[in-house]
């Protein structure tokens, strides 16, 4: 990871230009073109799914951890909840929530060690799903409906109602600038976000694997 003077960059400068390359290779992984392009089975859509329910409970119980936090408070907000969405998309879809795959228990025991008690870790997390589903994910949810045939039910997890993605996004990089985190915590924000990717990477490279 490359980083820029910080003396010299806001820190959502310096997070966007030295996990670009691990931004990309997430989204260059490949399964998830397959399912935008309709080439995978409806249950390979399900299993993406279940294995963001079980991230996504780990993240959510985190911010009712974080909530009151000075530092990382600021960054939980309720309407990106994504479990109720989650759930019931996988009713819609009868899917039955078993266990999750050994890269996604990986990813979630990660958030359990950094994100429910420093911010730093919690924030890094937060940043890396939900500014990635108000990014890339608003492409990607109209076009699993389209190839699934899912009106309106079934693709709730990318529905944000009353979020406008690109002023949040906006906003939220505002918010990062004005996170009162030390010199080393930025550091330690900026190399989770890069952790973040990675396991986000190992996720998709499993599901691939298991439907290629």
């Known amino acids: 990871m490359t980083l820029a003077d910080p003396a010299t960059e806001p820190l959502s400068v310096r997070l966007r230009t030295g996990t670009r390359?691990?931004?990309?290779?997430?989204?260059?992984?490949?399964?998830?073109?397959?399912?935008?392009?309709?080439?995978?089975?409806?249950?390979?859509?399900?299993?993406?799914?279940?294995?963001?329910?079980?991230i996504y409970e780990t993240l959510e119980q985190a911010a009712a951890a974080m909530a009151a936090d000075p530092v990382a408070g600021r960054f939980v907000f309720p309407e990106l909840t994504r479990l109720p969405a989650l759930t019931a998309d996988l009713a819609h879809l009868a899917v039955e929530v078993k266990e999750p795959l050994p890269a996604t228990e990986e990813y979630c025991e990660r958030m359990r060690e950094v994100a429910f008690d420093e911010p730093w870790g919690f924030v890094a997390h937060h940043y890396t799903r939900y500014?990635?589903?108000?990014?890339?994910?608003?492409?990607?949810?109209?076009?699993?409906?389209?190839?699934?045939g899912l009106d309106g039910a079934g693709h709730q997890f990318f529905v944000f109602d009353g979020i406008e993605p690109p002023a949040f996004r906006t906003?939220?990089?505002?918010?990062?600038?004005?996170?009162?985190?030390?010199?080393?915590?930025?550091?330690?924000?900026?190399?989770?976000?890069?952790?973040?990717?990675?396991?986000?990477?190992?996720?998709?490279?499993?599901?691939?694997?298991?439907?290629?």
């Open 21 to 54: 390359p691990d931004h990309d290779a997430a989204q260059g992984s490949g399964f998830l073109d397959r399912l935008a392009a309709g080439d995978l089975p409806r249950a390979a859509y399900a299993d993406l799914a279940t294995q963001h329910y079980f």
């Open 131 to 148: 500014l990635g589903d108000l990014s890339g994910g608003q492409y990607l949810g109209p076009a699993i409906a389209r190839a699934y």
């Open 171 to 212: 906003g939220y990089r505002e918010l990062l600038d004005g996170a009162a985190f030390s010199p080393e915590d930025e550091e330690r924000f900026l190399a989770e976000v890069v952790e973040a990717y990675r396991l986000n990477i190992a996720v998709l490279a499993e599901l691939k694997e298991r439907w290629s």
